[in-house]
T-cell receptor, first 113, second 113 residues
Framework: KNQVEQSPQSLIILEGKNCTLQ??????????LRWYKQDTGRGPVSLTI?????NTKSNGRYTATLDADTKQSSLHITASQLSDSASYIC????????????FGTGTRLTVIP | NAGVMQNPRHLVRRRGQEARLRCSPM?????VYWYRQLPEEGLKFMVY????????ESGMPKERFSAEFPKEGPSILRIQQVVRGDSAAYFC???????????FGPGTRLTVL
C-alpha cells in the first residue's frame, strides 16, 4: 500500500534554532519527492523536489535529503524564523497512474520568540 | 502569470443547500486537481480533470459530488445537498506538464451550518 508518514506530528522550537522533519514512504514505483510549506489558511507551496538520483536539495534555509534505499527523507530548517511557522507536507509521486501523488499528513511547526 | 485562483475563499451553506466552488488554473495549465482537507488532517485527493474530461474521480464520493472542467471557464466542484461533514477546506491545484509540479490555490473554506 502506498503511504507517506511524517514525524513529528507537531514541533515547537525557539526562534533561531534548527530543526529536522522526517518523512518515510512506501510509495512504489518512486518518481520524485517534494516538500511543501502550507501557511495557515493558504494553499501548499512547493519548497524542494528530489528525484531518485538526488541526495540533497537546498532552498535558502531549507535543506531536504533523500535516501531512496531506505525510503526516507528529511527537511532541515536552519536558523528558524517566526515566518517558518507552518505545516510542512511531504508528497511522493509514483511513475504510474493518472493521480500519482501521495500526501503525508504534515508536521505542524511553531516557532516562538 | 497569476497563480491558481479559487473563489469564493469562504462559503457558508445550510444543510441541504448546494455549494459551488470555482478554480481557475494557471495560464497554460490544462490539468486540474481537487483536494479536500479536514481540520488537522492532510490533503485528500478527490478528482483529477483535464479540459472537458474527468481522468480520475476515485477520491470523490459518488453521491452529491460532481466536478467539471469545461473548454472555457473555470473548473467547478459542485456539492449538492450539503451536510455538516462536508465542512472542510477544498483546494484546487493545476499542473505544469513540463515540470510535473502542482501549484495550489488558496482554497475555499466551506462551512455547513
Amino acid at each position: 500500500k502506498n503511504q507517506v508518514e511524517q514525524s513529528p506530528q507537531s514541533l515547537i522550537i525557539l526562534e533561531g534554532k534548527n530543526c529536522t522533519l522526517q518523512c518515510n514512504y512506501t510509495v512504489s514505483p518512486f518518481s520524485n519527492l517534494r516538500w511543501y510549506k502550507q501557511d495557515t489558511g493558504r494553499g501548499p507551496v512547493s519548497l524542494t523536489i528530489m528525484t531518485f538520483s538526488e541526495n540533497t536539495k537546498s532552498n535558502g534555509r531549507y535543506t531536504a535529503t533523500l535516501d531512496a534505499d531506505t525510503k526516507q527523507s528529511s527537511l532541515h530548517i536552519t536558523a528558524s524564523q517566526l515566518s517558518d511557522s507552518a505545516s510542512y507536507i511531504c508528497v511522493v509521486s509514483t511513475k504510474t497512474g493518472a493521480n500519482n501523488l501521495f500526501f503525508g499528513t504534515g508536521t505542524r511547526l511553531t516557532v516562538i520568540p | 502569470n497569476a497563480g491558481v485562483m479559487q473563489n469564493p475563499r469562504h462559503l457558508v451553506r445550510r444543510r441541504g443547500q448546494e455549494a459551488r466552488l470555482r478554480c481557475s488554473p494557471m495560464k497554460g495549465h490544462s490539468h486540474v486537481y481537487w483536494y479536500r482537507q479536514l481540520p488537522e488532517e492532510g490533503l485528500k485527493f478527490m478528482v483529477y480533470l483535464q479540459k472537458e474530461n474527468i481522468i480520475d474521480e476515485s477520491g470523490m464520493p459518488k453521491e452529491r459530488f460532481s466536478a467539471e472542467f469545461p473548454k472555457e471557464g473555470p473548473s467547478i466542484l459542485r456539492i449538492q445537498q450539503v451536510v455538516r461533514g462536508d465542512s472542510a477546506a477544498y483546494f484546487c491545484a493545476s499542473r505544469d506538464s513540463s515540470t510535473d509540479t502542482q501549484y495550489f490555490g488558496p482554497g475555499t473554506r466551506l462551512t455547513v451550518l
